[in-house]
């Protein structure tokens, strides 16, 4: 158990700080790019802007699944057989949809909770980044004036 909860946390603190590089990338990309998009697409420069959002924090989130994916894999999971059932472990536990068709032995069961509570956190961060940034073109003066 005792190694699960390490392992778990280890992987938590990874997802954790590659969401916090990748979203910061992506404010980063969005108040530096607006104007060049808004120019560019003059009546749907903020259509552009949102799905640029969403497509960033969607593969933040893959990549993220990913990660547990290949820990899986690499301790071998009991239950866990190739990488493509690792994959797709990792996306029902990290999105809390949990089919049960697949599901870890004792030994290493624990790490799906784990990465359950990491999605759902990670996934009401991104729905809060998404709509701080729909918010803040709809209403900054920093995203309209530029």
Do not use: C, P
Not at 106 to 132: K, Q, V, Y
């Amino acid at each position: 158990m005792f190694v699960q909860f390490v392992l778990g946390s280890i992987l938590v603190t990874i997802t954790v700080f590659v969401h916090a590089i990748i979203l910061d990338k992506l404010i980063k990309y969005i108040d530096h790019h607006s104007h060049a998009w808004r120019m560019r697409f003059v009546r749907h420069w903020k259509i552009v802007l949102i799905t640029i959002t969403v497509m960033g924090v969607m593969a933040a989130n893959m990549l993220e699944i990913w990660i547990w994916a290949v820990a899986y894999y690499v301790i071998q999971a009991q239950g866990i057989n190739d990488f493509e059932t690792a994959l797709y472990f990792s996306t029902s536990a990290f999105t809390t949809v949990g089919f049960g068709d697949i599901y870890l032995q004792a030994d290493w069961r624990l790490m799906s909770s784990f990465e359950s509570a990491n999605g759902m956190i990670l996934f009401g961060w991104s729905t809060a980044f998404i709509f701080d940034v729909v918010s803040k073109l709809y209403r900054d003066e920093k995203f309209k004036d530029k």
